[in-house]
């Protein structure tokens, strides 16, 4: 009486009540199924149960058993499922009707704009318990939480895993026929059928996940049978479906994949990649041998590559290999490699795709798929070099989209896997990202930008430092002419990278990166100049107290033989001779600005000799005011009572008669 009243309740008008029920009447079909792990423990006497439950506890531990299936027994009887036939039987009459129960679970979806407008204006229009209804309604709103098992992003935090067990503990119930789950695939196939209706669709997703995993159960026969119904109509829900429901897809297929044999999901795999990419790859074998070679599996299908034509479909079906990527792990390599191999033998699929939401969900699958255990750095570094070689066969508007494709695939890696996995993507396409940002596309510019200031606060490995140096030069050495901007690129990148990496850089490394700022001082290009020296400046402050002090003497004579070596400019027209005695002043301005709030005993002579520079014309005494400016701004809470004492009368004059041109209160 009492399982049939939870039964009776799947179909009632409240809807606490059938979500009581479904959970009740789940926890009674998983806890007492024929096919459930069951432990009899016998004991002879009361006084014997103790120790017997400790020892069935440690038992359990170590084969991680079910806990409900646990009995203490003094007979040998058995449990049998007989008692729960009304049960059965009542749910293969009414599953019409539960799956209705199941549907109308979701109210928040299947509200229309206008509905939800409504019930906005009546909470506001509630007087006196307002603030009740509001917490009624926040209670009601929240009561489906996100399935906590899911790091899938964009979770749909609708999927409701309890409705999936709730049809698996259905299904799997004795007896397990054809005719028991044929009754739950026709069900899936008219709610699937209205794609439209997201209710419709998560309520779907919850009955074919449930299927499937109780085919984990089912002989080989209902097995291979059930497939053989639910595949067709998968693959056309999910090609069919809304945008806005892909979540609660990619949800059932997280669930499905996560902890199972992947060769009872091999073939739901294939669909998902058969459907993504237009092929019809038969990649079972590779599940149980990864490094099967799949070019000669991989067929083009054409009716399945004009589906792929719309940008939604390509969007979608790529989000669906997403779960196979995040649960099978070392397991999931059998789906890059897949994937890799359509790649190589058509670029222009999703790599250049004319789609930004398309290009930005594939350089996220990519840079997932560095992150599977098991995928060699050789593999990656294939695929890097695949990508480099294709961009000179693309046509301007096919290049712009795979640079954008490119950046989406660095971050994506920098985000889900370790620089020891994303080492080979780090090193291949960084030169791609620097050299990015002076594209024309504004918003191809724009992310390689967000994608270089992204690399350069990275920390990577001691061994990589040389290589990104190594980068940094040959981006400088290609840029020519109108390129220059590459070089102040350059300069922003090693304002963060340098001293990010100071405690990892060995010597020869620090003055390699030196080297290549002092490089920039005397560059023709005012802008470049300036980058220059703030990349000094941070580089400078990155070195500690100690080894900055016995650098700083050699430095001040450095740029002081710059100076004295170019004789001061008549007019401020730049030339070859003005733009080295600019980069010896910024030199100086670079020392200086490594102390923004203290005097040590070298600065009062080397600002003297730095502001008698500053009536010189052009850029040389722009930069001399600056940075005088910003000194007397940084220091002037303590110069009146520390700092002014620290120069002599001939200092303060020198800095007097340079105030007189600037105001650094601006």
């Given at each position: 009486?009492?399982?049939?009243?939870?039964?009776?309740?799947?179909?009632?008008?409240?809807?606490?009540?059938?979500?009581?029920?479904?959970?009740?009447?789940?926890?009674?079909?998983?806890?007492?199924?024929?096919?459930?792990?069951?432990?009899?423990?016998?004991?002879?006497?009361?006084?014997?149960?103790?120790?017997?439950?400790?020892?069935?506890?440690?038992?359990?531990?170590?084969?991680?058993?079910?806990?409900?299936?646990?009995?203490?027994?003094?007979?040998?009887?058995?449990?049998?499922?007989?008692?729960?036939?009304?049960?059965?039987?009542?749910?293969?009459?009414?599953?019409?009707?539960?799956?209705?129960?199941?549907?109308?679970?979701?109210?928040?979806?299947?509200?229309?704009?206008?509905?939800?407008?409504?019930?906005?204006?009546?909470?506001?229009?509630?007087?006196?318990?307002?603030?009740?209804?509001?917490?009624?309604?926040?209670?009601?709103?929240?009561?489906?939480?996100?399935?906590?098992?899911?790091?899938?992003?964009?979770?749909?935090?609708?999927?409701?895993?309890?409705?999936?067990?709730?049809?698996?503990?259905?299904?799997?119930?004795?007896?397990?026929?054809?005719?028991?789950?044929?009754?739950?695939?026709?069900?899936?196939?008219?709610?699937?059928?209205?794609t439209s209706k997201r209710d419709h669709q998560c309520t779907a997703a919850?009955?074919?996940?449930?299927?499937?995993?109780?085919?984990?159960?089912?002989?080989?026969?209902?097995?291979?049978?059930?497939?053989?119904?639910?595949?067709?109509?998968?693959?056309?829900?999910?090609?069919?479906?809304?945008?806005?429901?892909?979540?609660?897809?990619?949800?059932?297929?997280?669930?499905?994949?996560?902890?199972?044999?992947?060769?009872?999901?091999?073939?739901?795999?294939?669909?998902?990649?058969?459907?993504?990419?237009?092929?019809?790859?038969?990649?079972?074998?590779?599940?149980?041998?990864?490094?099967?070679?799949?070019?000669?599996?991989?067929?083009?299908?054409?009716?399945?590559?004009?589906?792929?034509?719309?940008?939604?479909?390509?969007?979608?079906?790529?989000?669906?290999?997403?779960?196979?990527?995040?649960?099978?792990?070392?397991?999931?390599?059998?789906?890059?490699?897949?994937?890799?191999?359509?790649?190589?033998?058509?670029?222009?699929?999703?790599?250049?795709?004319p789609f930004k939401s398309v290009r930005e969900e594939f350089g996220k699958?990519?840079?997932?798929?560095?992150?599977?255990?098991?995928?060699?750095?050789?593999?990656?570094?294939?695929?890097?070099?695949?990508?480099?070689?294709?961009?000179?066969?693309?046509?301007?508007?096919?290049?712009?989209?795979?640079?954008?494709?490119?950046?989406?695939?660095?971050?994506?890696?920098?985000?889900?896997?370790?620089?020891?996995?994303?080492?080979?993507?780090?090193?291949?396409?960084?030169?791609?990202?620097?050299?990015?940002?002076?594209?024309?596309?504004?918003?191809?510019?724009?992310?390689?930008?967000?994608?270089?200031?992204?690399?350069?606060?990275?920390?990577?490995?001691?061994?990589?430092?040389?290589?990104?140096?190594?980068?940094?030069?040959?981006?400088?050495?290609?840029?020519?002419?109108?390129?220059?901007?590459?070089?102040?690129?350059?300069?922003?990148?090693?304002?963060?990278?340098?001293?990010?990496?100071?405690?990892?850089?060995?010597?020869?490394?620090?003055?390699?990166?030196?080297?290549?700022?002092?490089?920039?001082?005397?560059?023709?290009?005012?802008?470049?100049?300036?980058?220059?020296?703030?990349?000094?400046?941070?580089?400078?402050?990155?070195?500690?107290?100690?080894?900055?002090?016995?650098?700083?003497?050699?430095?001040?004579?450095?740029?002081?033989?710059?100076?004295?070596?170019?004789?001061?400019?008549?007019?401020?027209?730049?030339?070859?001779?003005?733009?080295?005695?600019?980069?010896?002043?910024?030199?100086?301005?670079?020392?200086?600005?490594?102390?923004?709030?203290?005097?040590?005993?070298?600065?009062?002579?080397?600002?003297?000799?730095?502001?008698?520079?500053?009536?010189?014309?052009?850029?040389?005494?722009?930069?001399?005011?600056?940075?005088?400016?910003?000194?007397?701004?940084?220091?002037?809470?303590?110069?009146?009572?520390?700092?002014?004492?620290?120069?002599?009368?001939?200092?303060?004059?020198?800095?007097?008669?340079?105030?007189?041109?600037?105001?650094?209160?601006?």
């Amino acid at each position: 009486d009492v399982v049939m009243f939870f039964a009776r309740g799947l179909t009632s008008d409240v809807a606490a009540m059938r979500r009581l029920c479904v959970k009740s009447v789940t926890r009674i079909l998983e806890s007492f199924s024929a096919k459930r792990v069951h432990l009899s423990v016998p004991i002879r006497n009361r006084d014997e149960l103790h120790t017997a439950q400790q020892d069935a506890s440690l038992l359990i531990d170590c084969n991680h058993l079910p806990t409900t299936a646990v009995t203490y027994d003094y007979t040998s009887e058995e449990r049998g499922d007989e008692r729960y036939a009304p049960l059965l039987a009542f749910v293969r009459q009414h599953i019409g009707a539960i799956v209705e129960a199941l549907i109308d679970d979701h109210p928040s979806l299947a509200a229309t704009d206008d509905e939800r407008g409504s019930r906005s204006r009546r909470r506001k229009g509630a007087k006196g318990a307002g603030e009740d209804v509001m917490k009624l309604v926040a209670t009601i709103e929240a009561r489906h939480s996100r399935w906590p098992s899911t790091f899938v992003s964009r979770s749909s935090n609708a999927f409701n895993p309890q409705h999936a067990r709730f049809v698996r503990a259905l299904c799997a119930s004795q007896p397990m026929s054809r005719d028991t789950i044929q009754a739950w695939v026709d069900e899936f196939a008219r709610v699937g059928a209205e794609t439209s209706k997201r209710d419709h669709q998560c309520t779907a997703a919850e009955i074919f996940a449930g299927i499937v995993r109780a085919l984990d159960d089912a002989e080989p026969a209902v097995r291979d049978d059930t497939i053989g119904r639910v595949e067709p109509l998968v693959a056309q829900f999910t090609r069919a479906t809304q945008p806005v429901s892909v979540s609660d897809w990619m949800d059932a297929l997280r669930l499905v994949y996560s902890d199972a044999d992947p060769r009872r999901s091999a073939w739901l795999v294939r669909t998902m990649f058969n459907a993504a990419l237009g092929t019809r790859a038969q990649i079972d074998s590779a599940v149980a041998l990864p490094d099967l070679s799949l070019r000669d599996a991989l067929q083009v299908d054409d009716e399945l590559r004009a589906r792929l034509s719309a940008p939604a479909i390509q969007l979608k079906q790529m989000r669906l290999l997403v779960p196979a990527l995040m649960e099978l792990t070392t397991r999931g390599r059998f789906v890059c490699d897949a994937v890799w191999e359509v790649l190589l033998a058509s670029p222009q699929s999703y790599l250049a795709s004319p789609f930004k939401s398309v290009r930005e969900e594939f350089g996220k699958f990519l840079g997932m798929s560095v992150a599977i255990r098991g995928v060699s750095a050789e593999r990656v570094a294939q695929l890097v070099a695949w990508f480099s070689s294709s961009l000179e066969d693309l046509s301007e508007d096919s290049r712009k989209n795979a640079l954008m494709t490119a950046m989406f695939w660095l971050v994506h890696a920098l985000h889900f896997a370790s620089i020891d996995e994303s080492r080979g993507v780090y090193l291949g396409l960084l030169e791609t990202a620097l050299m990015a940002q002076a594209h024309e596309n504004l918003d191809t510019s724009t992310l390689a930008k967000f994608t270089a200031m992204l690399t350069s606060w990275t920390v990577v490995r001691g061994d990589m430092i040389a290589q990104v140096l190594d980068t940094l030069q040959r981006v400088v050495d290609s840029a020519t002419g109108r390129q220059w901007h590459l070089n102040s690129y350059v300069m922003q990148f090693l304002r963060v990278f340098v001293p990010r990496h100071s405690l990892l850089m060995t010597a020869d490394e620090r003055k390699c990166a030196h080297n290549l700022m002092l490089s920039q001082l005397s560059h023709a290009q005012v802008e470049v100049r300036l980058a220059a020296q703030q990349a000094l400046t941070s580089a400078l402050m990155s070195v500690g107290p100690r080894k900055f002090d016995r650098m700083v003497g050699k430095w001040t004579k450095k740029f002081g033989k710059w100076i004295k070596a170019n004789p001061k400019p008549t007019e401020s027209k730049s030339n070859g001779s003005a733009r080295q005695r600019h980069g010896g002043i910024l030199g100086w301005a670079a020392l200086v600005a490594t102390q923004p709030f203290d005097v040590p005993e070298w600065m009062p002579s080397l600002l003297a000799r730095f502001a008698s520079h500053s009536n010189e014309p052009g850029s040389i005494g722009d930069s001399v005011r600056t940075t005088l400016s910003e000194f007397m701004r940084t220091h002037q809470d303590q110069w009146e009572l520390v700092f002014k004492d620290r120069f002599t009368e001939q200092q303060l004059d020198a800095i007097a008669s340079a105030k007189q041109k600037f105001n650094y209160f601006v």
